[in-house]
């Protein structure tokens, strides 16, 4: 029997215990013995939990309990589950965690660790819940030259541009609704400002290049900008508006960005609605390929972390190698990456001035608006910036995807 201890005893940390208890038989059969929580660290009690027994609160218990084999860690944020982690790997446990902050700050170094005491520090459920892409990425893309990651790796932005579109209402009213259902975590503004989606593009993009990815590095805009009249604009434009953790990858050339994107109707991340995640994974070989389902939420998330735990006790005394180098890659500039772009300006702008900035544009027009809208030709951002600039203030800019 193999002995787990959970790290925070919150949404994901008791759907772990959930999902080992509830699937007790079949985790046996196929992790080769049985699972058992023995630990559980928070530092509420849980009174009438059916598992109240097993809550501590201190971690030097299981530090000292020699019969832990796996911890999982569903505490979130860096600290103290970065040391709590650490600890564990350097005394010969494995760890699965569901920590993206964890993951995208310390991923390479922890891979490490877990390497040199043969042991495995596995996280799949860090990006996308209960999504399979992490593995996907490491070993069923393990031949692919991976040219492109682009996700929507947020499922309450992309739950609040459904109902802007689907109800016309504003971007305030989506995201009240979206709090009113629980989606939205406990500071929207890691999900509105795209904070999360960063996160979770920085592991995606460190794991298809093999190598440090910082998520400060990368440009990150969420959807506060995005109006209802955007989202009619996308309409008639046969597009919809998605925020996208993106990254291009052109040879030693790593282009990554969060923002919300004009995606085409017939691009495959264009039918994702509600708060589903999905991830395109463009390689030179197999071409595109997608991964869909619930990215966040407390049973598919455990789901994930728990065949963690499963693949760590089938693979006791060895390690499964990730290949994720801890030199940082430094990210190539926006800049340079031509792309078309929606632009919409006030209706006194003439169309002269337009062109001259511009370039050749497609006007888009939009019945009882007093404004100009237009999307460019393919232009590079840093071109896209300085011709901006020439016509002064604009109502708004979305980038085209596909
Ligand atoms: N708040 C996240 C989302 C869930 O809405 O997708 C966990 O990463």
Not at 20 to 43: C, F, M, P, S
Not at 317 to 338: A, V
Request: hydrophobic share 40%; charged share 25%; net charge negative.
């Amino acid at each position: 029997m193999a002995n787990v201890a959970v790290l925070g005893y919150g949404t994901i940390g008791a759907g772990a215990v959930k999902v080992v208890q509830t699937n007790a038989k079949i985790i046996e059969k196929r992790a080769g013995q049985a699972i058992n929580v023995k630990h559980i660290l928070d530092l509420r009690d849980f009174p009438g939990d059916p598992n109240e027994d097993k809550v501590v609160h201190d971690y030097s218990v299981i530090e000292n309990d020699e019969d832990i084999d796996v911890v999982i860690e569903c505490m979130g944020g860096t600290e103290p589950a970065y040391t709590f982690v650490k600890k564990a790997l350097l005394a010969g446990r494995s760890v699965a965690t569901s920590n993206k902050e964890l993951v995208a700050s310390h991923g390479a170094e922890l891979i490490q660790i877990a390497r040199d005491h043969k042991v495995n520090f596995l996280f799949e459920a860090s990006v996308g819940g209960g999504i399979p892409i992490i593995r996907p990425i490491l070993t069923c893309l393990s031949a692919e030259d991976i040219e492109e990651v682009s996700g929507i790796l947020n499922g309450t932005t992309n739950y609040m541009l459904m109902r802007m579109e689907e109800a016309g209402c504003s971007f305030e009213e989506a995201l009240k609704e979206a709090q009113e259902k629980g989606y939205a975590e406990l500071h929207p503004e890691a999900d509105v400002e795209g904070y999360d989606a960063c996160r979770k593009i920085a592991i995606l993009t460190s794991l298809a290049i093999g190598q440090q990815v910082d998520y400060e590095d990368i440009p990150t805009e969420g959807i506060t900008s995005i109006t209802a009249d955007d989202i009619k604009y996308a309409t008639i434009m046969g597009r919809k508006i998605k925020l996208l953790g993106s990254s291009k990858i052109r040879g030693d050339k790593v282009y990554a960005m969060v923002a919300p994107f004009l995606v085409d109707e017939k691009h495959p991340l264009a039918g994702v609605t509600d708060v589903f995640n999905a991830i395109f994974v463009h390689g030179n070989m197999v071409d595109d390929t997608m991964y869909y389902g619930r990215g966040a939420g407390s049973l598919p998330t455990a789901s994930a972390v728990i065949a963690d735990v499963i693949d760590c006790v089938k693979h006791f005394g060895k390690n499964i190698r990730i290949y994720w180098k801890p030199e940082k890659k430094e990210l190539s500039d926006w800049g340079e990456f031509s792309r078309r772009f929606f632009v919409r300006v006030r209706e006194d702008v003439s169309n002269a001035d337009i062109q001259d900035a511009f370039g050749k544009v497609d006007m888009i027009t939009l019945g009882g608006y007093k404004e100009k809208a237009f999307v460019t030709e393919s232009i590079r951002e840093d071109e896209f910036k300085a011709a901006a600039e020439k016509i002064g203030e604009l109502i708004n800019v979305i980038r085209l995807e596909g």
